[in-house]
């Protein structure tokens, strides 16, 4: 095929990047599969190891298996000394996530293997990774708080040893199991734009801990994962129900996006947005109301009546801000604990690229010049 018989497809939309089983979306229907796993059944009766584990390796863990996965990922949480030294180093003014892409460069200078042929070598990066990230989130935020580091508890899953490391105290049954379910759902959407991200950097045989921060840096953009912490100062804008109408006709003539809203896979609601608002609900009811939430419902019934017919819903960020806002993670920490769940995602994706990998490479549909001549300097 020559390069003028290719036609640009803006943003890759509905192209192919890869063949995968890790996970399904119907855009139509509002399906997302893990495995073949709906993901209703995976936050109803699974947890973020166990939801790991199956992105991973492709099935649920037996009870040995799941038993061993927690105790590597409780004995890889602690961090190099000087890689704390690091991380108290950056600088507090900065953002998480950069601090994070940052963290996860340098936990590679540590532990990265020239070859990761062996499958052992794979599932001890594996696990490194999965383990760090909440606390190097959860340190980067105790350094620039002024307080010290803080040790992760080995008695405690990944959901409930991040709110003790922020929080300093071990958070109720109900609070750390909305936080679990909000990391079964953020851990992996096909090829959205940070995975795609992976798959490439994966693709040059690079490390996985090059192929989390690059997929990390890929996150952090505000039409991707940086959404979620935006949607609350946007509720905060609106201020309450009644102005939402004067808000969103400023918004649209604007052509602004509307945060939190949007797909370019679902034309439905995003079937994690309606976990996550039952989430709220329930958190709320038990730990009092949030005033956002009222202004949050207001906007979706008004969004949805000027823009569904467009395929525009409410999307995963939508109330997942509200939830992680109640259980006391600072506004700018939402998109890293995004961040903390999808890295699974990511090295899920790396795994498979690794069994028929050939690079990315794709061409461009040229629109420059070309025979252009030099003019000297002086005559410029
Ligand atoms: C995530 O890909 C994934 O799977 C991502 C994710 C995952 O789990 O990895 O699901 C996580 O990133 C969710 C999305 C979070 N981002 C936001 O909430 C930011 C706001 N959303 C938009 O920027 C947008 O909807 C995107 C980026 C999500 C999708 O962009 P597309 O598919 O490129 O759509 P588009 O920008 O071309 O919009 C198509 C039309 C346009 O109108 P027209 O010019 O055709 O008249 O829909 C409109 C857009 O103006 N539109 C919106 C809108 N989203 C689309 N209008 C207002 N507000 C919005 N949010």
Redesign the pocket.
Known sequence: MTVQETTLVP?L?GIPAAESAVSY?DGQVGILEYRGHRIETLAEHSNFEETCWLLLYGSLPSKSELDGFRARLREHRDLPERLINVIRALPGVGHPMDALQASLAALGMFHRKEDYSSREECDEAIVRIIAAVPVMIANFENFRAGRDYVQPDPKLDTAANFLWMINGTVADELITRVLDVALIL?AD??M????FAARVVASTEADPFTVCSSAVGALTG????G?NER?LDQLKAIGAAENVPAWLDA??AA???????????YTTK?P?ATILQDLARDLFETHGMTPAYETALALEAEVLQR?GS?G?YP????FSGMVYAKLGIPTDLFTPVFAMS?VAGYLAHWREQMTDNRIFRPTQVFVGSHDAAYTPLELR
Do not use: C, E
């Not at 959205?192 to 995975?195: E, H, R």
């Not at 505000?222 to 994962?225: R, T």
């Open positions: 943003g939309a979306i953020h959407h096909t959205n734009a940070s995975t505000p039409l991707h994962g959404a949607v918004t649209l052509k602004s996006k509307i945060m939190g809203f949007g797909h370019r896979v995003d994690r823009l467009k525009i999307n995963v960020d939508y999808r």
